[in-house]
Every structure is written in structure tokens, then in C-alpha cells.
């Protein structure tokens, strides 16, 4: 990390971000930041841009215009690897373990460590994730260990892992797209009191959630996307939740984003 | 994000004595069950032939032959737990020994021989791996292709003929590869267990073997950690060619004959010390321990058949009677709960 950089650098910054796929203007001029320790959610309607937004700032796509800013360099991100070097990751449901592989090899995929022969240190991989399951997860029971196969695990604990590893590996920034998807309402709370512990860490999160309540319930601030462009960011404590829905409601039939 | 309880519980409750043999056999299950098998098929040989089974003869022959498929299988795994497969190692095997005496014959060089014969089959596995991970041509399709192709090969290069290669025995590197120890132990079998031990360690230990797991596993979630998709298949595939070069050199090297045919025949039985190893066709899992259980059973059934008295040709039966026994049971242990 860079010497310079102060507690009021935002970690992620665009500035008139477009983006097109040849004639459709899918983000027309974004300018949005993310500061530290705060998740910002991403509310808006499908085809508002959320999800082509994200893959301009993880490293999918890249910006057919304007600038994107990590800890206040400018950057022009080749992949989704170079994204997660400079410590932006992202944490998709489905995609993110391999179910048949114990644990302690999921957490460090593609980052394990070795000796100069590329042989793991198992034992000290080990002691790493069970550490990280017994801190950051609350995982106390003896049922699940470093040895457990991932397909034993529920939704939500799937999440928590990938969120575990993601904050092991020094992420600044996670990304949670739709992450209470398809999910029970007792483990939502559970991927939702994870999402608060990234903040509690010092680090940041994006939320993308259909539900307005979860989101109400976990997020900062809320950064409303209108056909590619943003239509109002919003403080918790400016809006209620009520009048975040209202407001949405509105924005959906009338195309105007009025606050009440 | 801990939740409150787990601030008390830094480290995981130590397991008691009994719970430990518990987890390690859960762990293990695929590599206790064969080991089971294994252990009860020698006991039936025992009883049904104990005046063969009690002599040493019968195992210096089977340790004289088993490197053959020994050393594919150890590859061949690797491409299993890709979820992938590879018919064509058998032809590679005879491309690789037509290099290894043409090249012999006509330089005198032997390790110069052995180099080609290994360069040779590595490229050929090089060329499979390209062909599927690169080009995208799904396995068994691209081996069935590579695999007639290198056969028609060596039938062209060989014109059909053997080649006499006696005069390999007169090279130390012979006594090297394939002598014998006190005891008649053959070299290959020595050569067969430290590279069986390698690929073990490689395969549970070893960021390779982490990697060609994921890739089996899931794809996608491999590629998303950064594992380099891509280049785990070509390596797998490498490697493969690498070992059909090596099985070449020793089966050649031990029989001082080359023929068209020379690998013929060792597909099924190196696929299936794979598969009775406990390594499922849907990746993403095995066992490399498995696999050298497997190749000591495929090894030894055949003259252990002969030596119950038997009749050779119950053989195949037998053969199919515990592939499908042993598949049987993986599917029972390892059906999800």
C-alpha cells in the first residue's frame, strides 16, 4: 500500500465512466467513489448498469470512456487478476469454491504456499484456516474443520468462506453481487453480519441485492443507477426505509427521482 | 465479523484418540477400501495357489512387468482428475519406442535413444493437451483421432517390421533401466516405486496437485482463484506423453525387440488400474495411491488366475468381475449424504 495514502483517499473512484457495447450506451458517465470502511449499495433497475458497472471496476470489461481511480491512481485494469492485485475482489455465489475440495485447499487456491519446489506447507495452511474459521467465521463446532468438503456447507456458509478468504488475502474492496440469493432467512443474517464484519475490518464493500430491505438493513449509502447514469447517492441516515422503497417504486414508474 | 462465542475458541478442540482413527479412515475412505480389496484378493491367490503364491518367482515376474502400464497410470491419473481422458498414450508408447530403437540403430547412442524417445513422447502429449485445452477439441474425441493417427505412424515408419536391438544389452545404461538387483529384482520395478512415491507427493502435496484437483473440480472457480487453467490440461497431458516415452524405453530396453504393435493392449488395463484405484471419471477427486494399488492388482491377476488354475481366458472376466465390484463400492462410500 502506498505511503500517501490517507484515511480520505477512496479506495475505488470513477470518474464519467462510460461504457458501450457497439450501439447499445450501457453506462452513460458514472461518477461514484467508495470510501473506506463503508458499503455503498448499488439499488437500481435491471438494465440500470449495476452489473456492467462492477465488471468495469473488478477488471472484466473495460471503460469505453472516463477514468477509474484505486486509491487515488489512475488505472487501466487488464484482467480480474490485476483488479484483485490491487486488492479488489470479488465474491460471486455459485462460482466461488470448488465443492469437492476440502477446505484449507479452497482457502488458498491459487495462493498457496510453498517451498522453492512448489511442495505446499500443508500444516501451516491448515492452522491458517482454522484460525480464519474459528476468528472471522464463529465456525466453533467440531463438525466443520479445515478437512471438510465445501459440498457439506450451506449457502451461506459457502459465502462466508469466500468473504473469509477474500479478507485473508488483503482485500480493500469486496464485491458482493446478489449474495442472499436463493438463500434461507436465518443464513441471509449470517451473509449479512458477514458483510458487516468487512466494514468492522476497515475494509470496504459494493452490495448489489434485489432485496431493498437487506440492503436498507447493511449499507452506508446508497448509490442509485438510472439507465446508466447515477440518479442520487443517499446517506442511512438521510432516507428511511420506507422512503428508500418509495423511492425506488417511483423511480421505476415515472423515470424521476424524487426524495421525499 | 466473529460472532461472540468464537472469541473463546481460538483453536479447534482436539479430537480424541479413537475420533482421530475415525477421521483419518473417513478421510482415506477411497484408499482403506482398496487397500481392502487388494488385501482380500491376495488372500484368495494365497489360498487357491499357496505353493505359487509362497515363492518368490512369481512376484520378480510380475515386478518385471508391471512398469509397463505402472508408469502411464501415474499419468494417467493426473488426466482423470481433470475429468478428461487420453486413449492415444498406447500409440505414443509405440511412436516413442520406434524413436528409441531407430535412433539406437543408427547412432549406438543409448542415451541419446532414451532423450528422443521422452522428447518425442512428450511432444506427442504436448500436441493432445494443445489440441484440448487450447483448440477446445473435447478429449476422448481427440485422443480416438491422435490415437489411430501415431498407430498408422509407426506402421508407415516401421513398414510393419520389428527391429532386432540386442545389442542394447551391452550398454550400462541397460543394466541401469532395466537390470536386476540380488534377488532378481528388476530395475524398472525400483524405477516404478520412486516415481509412484513422486507422483503421490506431487498429487496430495504438491501446488500442481492442488491445481489439477480444482481444475477437475470446477472449472470456472479455478480459473476465478488465478489457477492457470489452460496450462494445468497441457501439463497433465505432457506428463502423460512423458511416461508413454518411459514405459516405451523400459518394455524395449527389457525385451530387446521393438515391434509395430508395442503398446497395443495396454490401454484398458492402464485405465483401469486407474479407475480401480478409486479415481472417478468425473474429476475433481482421486487417489494416486489408489492408483499403484491398482496397477499391483492389474499386475498380478492375470498369472494369478493362471497360477489358481483357472483357465487363462477367465481372465477378462475376472478383470471386468473387479473393476465392477470395485466401482461399486466407491459409489457406495462416496455417494453424497
Known amino acids: 500500500m502506498n505511503q500517501n495514502t490517507s484515511q480520505q483517499t477512496p479506495i ?149 468462506i469466500a468473504i473469509a478468504r477474500a479478507l485473508h488475502f488483503e482485500a480493500e474492496l469486496i464485491i458482493l453481487d446478489e449474495p442472499t440469493m436463493g438463500l434461507s432467512l436465518k443464513e441471509t443474517d449470517k451473509v449479512l453480519d458477514f458483510a458487516r464484519g468487512i466494514r468492522d475490518a476497515g475494509k470496504s464493500v459494493i452490495l448489489i441485492d434485489h432485496n431493498i430491505l437487506h440492503v436498507h438493513a447493511v449499507a452506508d449509502r446508497f448509490v442509485v443507477l438510472d439507465r446508466g447514469r447515477v440518479a442520487g447517492s443517499f446517506r442511512k441516515e438521510q432516507l428511511s426505509r420506507d422512503q428508500l422503497i418509495e423511492m425506488m417504486v417511483e423511480l421505476h414508474h415515472t423515470g424521476q427521482l424524487h426524495v421525499a | 465479523m466473529a460472532v461472540s462465542v468464537s472469541q473463546h475458541a481460538p483453536a479447534s478442540p482436539a479430537p480424541e484418540r479413537g475420533e482421530k482413527v475415525m477421521r483419518f479412515v473417513r478421510q482415506n475412505r477411497i484408499e482403506v477400501a482398496i487397500t481392502v480389496i487388494f488385501a482380500i484378493l491376495y ?183 488465478g489457477i492457470k487453467v489452460m496450462r494445468v490440461k497441457v501439463i497433465c497431458f505432457t506428463l502423460l506423453g512423458l511416461m508413454s516415452g518411459l514405459a516405451a524405453i523400459f518394455l524395449v530396453s527389457e525385451v530387446t525387440y521393438f515391434w509395430p504393435t508395442t503398446g497395443d493392449g495396454f490401454l484398458l488395463p492402464a485405465l483401469a488400474a486407474v479407475f480401480i484405484g478409486g479415481t472417478p471419471v468425473f474429476g475433481g477427486r482421486g487417489s494416486m495411491y489408489g492408483t499403484v494399488i491398482g496397477v499391483l492388482i492389474i499386475g498380478s491377476l492375470e498369472a494369478g488366475v493362471v497360477a489358481m488354475g483357472i483357465e487363462g481366458f477367465y481372465t477378462q472376466l475376472i478383470y471386468g468381475l473387479l473393476i465392477t465390484i470395485a466401482v461399486t463400492v466407491y459409489a457406495v462410500i462416496m455417494r453424497r449424504k
Open chain 1, 12 to 160: 475505488v473512484e470513477l470518474r464519467d465512466i462510460h461504457k458501450s457495447f457497439g450501439r447499445v450506451h450501457v453506462l452513460r458517465g458514472v461518477d461514484m467513489e467508495v470510501g473506506r470502511g463503508e458499503i455503498v449499495a448499488l439499488v437500481g433497475d435491471n438494465g440500470a448498469g449495476k452489473s456492467t458497472l462492477i465488471k468495469v471496476i473488478t477488471g472484466v470489461h473495460k471503460p469505453s470512456g472516463g477514468s477509474l481511480l484505486i486509491n487515488g491512481e489512475a488505472v487501466d485494469l487488464q484482467s480480474v487478476q490485476d483488479a484483485r492485485r490491487r486488492g479488489i475482489e470479488t465474491v460471486y455465489q455459485e462460482r466461488a469454491l470448488a465443492d469437492q475440495q476440502a477446505l484449507w485447499r479452497n482457502i488458498f487456491a491459487g495462493r498457496e504456499l510453498t517451498n522453492w519446489l512448489g511442495f505446499m506447507n500443508i500444516r501451516e495452511q491448515k492452522r491458517e484456516a482454522d484460525r480464519l474459521l474459528r476468528t472471522r467465521m464463529g465456525f466453533t463446532s467440531r463438525a466443520i474443520t479445515v478437512d471438510s468438503e465445501v459440498q457439506g456447507l450451506s449457502g451461506g456458509e459457502k459465502q462466508g
Open chain 2, 43 to 225: 488372500a484368495i491367490f494365497l489360498i487357491g495357489a499357496p505353493e505359487v503364491y509362497t515363492q518368490f518367482g512369481i512376484y520378480r515376474s510380475f515386478m518385471s512387468t508391471m512398469p509397463y502400464i505402472g508408469v502411464m497410470a501415474l499419468a494417467a491419473t493426473f488426466v482423470v482428475t481433470l475429468g478428461e481422458v487420453d486413449l492415444s498414450f498406447p500409440s505414443v508408447m509405440g511412436v516413442s519406442a520406434w524413436v528409441f530403437g531407430a535412433s539406437f540403430v543408427a547412432t549406438g547412442s543409448y542415451p541419446l535413444a532414451v532423450v528422443l524417445a521422452l522428447a518425442v513422447g512428450a511432444a506427442c502429449g504436448l500436441l493432445n493437451g494443445l489440441l484440448i485445452a487450447r483448440v477446445g477439441v473435447p478429449s476422448i474425441v481427440a485422443t480416438i483421432g491422435t490415437m489411430f493417427f501415431w498407430r498408422g505412424f509407426v506402421n508407415v515408419l516401421a513398414e510393419g517390421r520389428g527391429m532386432a536391438l540386442v545389442d542394447l544389452r551391452g550398454s550400462a545404461w541397460h543394466s541401469v533401466l532395466v537390470g536386476r538387483l540380488p534377488g532378481g529384482i528388476p530395475m524398472q520395478f525400483v524405477w516404478f516405486i520412486l516415481l509412484a512415491l513422486l507422483f503421490m507427493a506431487i498429487y496430495r502435496r504438491h501446488v500442481f496437485g492442488s491445481h489439477v484437483l480444482f481444475v477437475g473440480d470446477n472449472e470456472e472457480s479455478a480459473h476465478m482463484m
